[in-house]
């Protein structure tokens, strides 16, 4: 494969040109809708929609080759995403999904969500003060929030797409384990501010020590990938490759590849990537695909091409120190895509 390392010194330039190519190519496969090559749905936060560099959407798109109709907005959370927040025409962003579902009838639907319901402020509500005497990770609360309100928030999604495109299968990963250590996002764009730190600040505020803020991190995300692995088991039996998908991030990301304390450097969303397109793959094979993966030695790597048609081929990446990621953190919008024309809704907190 190609070295993905790359990935982490791409210019602002470079940046750019693969996001604009990525939603070039969104909008083609919108046009091209009915053809034998399907198009993918996707709903996410940040991992679907990540400004400041190169996120799944985007490897997906190029190096995989699929035809992806994105909807993610950073910093959205697992409940707006199902649930939605109707906007003054009485629409919400889950209605306007479900309209494109039973538009586009895809056999895909990836998912991304469940990362931000349980960051920021809203962690201190699984945390006792150390100084308590008390356990200092809340277990009632954890169980209750993942494996009753998050378990039903996802069973629900499910349950949407399914009804409105028959036959459909929902890939949804689970996160990889963040280190709380307190990682800012630095605005590299004139538009996107400093956001973060959205871990460490919440243990700090309980007198957390570093070592135990780790440990109830992983205990955390595998309650998550254990409410994943029960609604796939829970799924199977309703079509050939059952309705929901599971994707495991946990031995993929390791701790240098976070980019922050919520967001993963290029590199390493190229690696998860590469195990979502494998799913991808696995559930349906053929039609979904627009051509093979790229081998090495084949042809340049994605980020080394003209991606915008008709601009010139970018140059290779420089040996300047890589940028910092960035994120405004909690979303202030949803931008949902509809043929010929976006719509968005406001969102309060």
């Not at 799944?56 to 993610?72: P, R, S, V, Y």
């Not at 306007?96 to 579902?101: D, G, M, N, T, Y």
């Not at 201190?124 to 809340?138: I, M, Q, T, V």
Request: one cysteine or more; aromatic letters at 6%; hydrophobic letters at 40%.
């Amino acid at each position: 494969m190609p070295n993905y390392a790359e990935l982490d010194k791409l210019t602002k330039a470079q940046v750019q040109s693969i996001k604009l190519e990525t939603k070039a190519t969104a909008r083609r496969a919108v046009r091209t809708e009915g053809t034998t090559k399907q198009v993918i749905l996707a709903e996410g936060d940040s991992w679907f929609n990540f400004p400041p560099g190169v996120d799944l959407i985007d490897h997906l798109t190029h190096q995989h080759a699929f035809k992806i109709e994105n909807a993610g907005c950073f910093g959205d959370t697992l409940q707006n995403m199902v649930y939605g927040e109707k906007d003054r025409n009485g629409t919400s962003s889950i209605d306007e999904l479900v309209e494109r579902a039973r538009v586009l009838k895809p056999k895909v639907v990836l998912f991304s969500g469940g990362g931000n319901d349980v960051a920021g402020t809203e962690l201190l509500a699984y945390l006792n003060h150390a100084k308590s005497g008390l356990p200092e990770l809340r277990m009632r609360v954890v169980e209750d929030a993942f494996h009753a309100t998050a378990r039903q928030a996802i069973g629900d999604f499910v349950r949407q797409m399914t009804a409105a495109s028959p036959g459909c299968v929902v890939i949804h990963h689970g996160y990889g384990v963040p280190v709380p250590n307190g990682a800012k996002t630095k605005a590299i764009w004139g538009l996107i501010p400093i956001a973060g730190p959205w871990i460490k600040t919440q243990f700090d505020k309980r007198r957390i020590s570093f070592e135990n803020a780790r440990l109830h991190m992983r205990t955390l995300i595998d309650e998550f990938n254990k409410v994943q692995v029960q609604l796939e088991v829970e799924f199977a039996a309703t079509g050939p490759n059952g309705a929901y998908k599971h994707v495991d991030l946990r031995g993929i990301v390791q701790d240098g590849d976070w980019s922050d304390e919520l967001h993963l450097k290029p590199s390493a969303f190229a690696k998860c990537a590469d195990v979502i397109a494998a799913k991808i793959r696995e559930v349906m094979p053929g039609p979904v695909m627009a051509a093979a993966p790229l081998r090495e030695g084949s042809q340049k790597a994605y980020w080394h091409r003209g991606t915008v048609k008709g601009t010139p081929a970018l140059p290779p990446p420089t040996k300047e120190a890589p940028a910092k990621a960035s994120s405004t953190g909690k979303a202030t919008k949803r931008v949902v895509k509809k043929v010929g024309k976006k719509k968005v809704a406001k969102k309060s907190k």
